[in-house]
């Protein structure tokens, strides 16, 4: 962001967020039915799950808007 950008409001930051976490929700549905079609014994696929490189890249993202959520609330 540059210094001509305005910051974004709260509004924007908590539909973002919407839009991240359901994108992250189909995602991990993704997973798990793939996992079911493979017929994967389920703590596999929860391994998965939790070792996915972009489902915990938008665990992180989703965290920082939270924080940021929560300040602007203050």
């Known amino acids: 962001m540059t210094q001509s950008d305005p910051a974004p409001s709260r509004q924007e930051l908590e539909s973002t967020h919407k839009e991240l976490s359901d994108y992250r929700d189909r995602l991990a549905a993704d997973v798990l039915a793939m996992g079911r079609k ?33 300040t602007m609330a203050d």
């Open 38 to 70: 493979l017929k994967l014994p389920r703590p596999m696929v929860e391994q998965n799950i939790a070792q996915h490189d972009e489902l915990n890249r938008l665990d992180g993202v989703l965290r920082q808007l939270e924080a940021q959520i929560r």
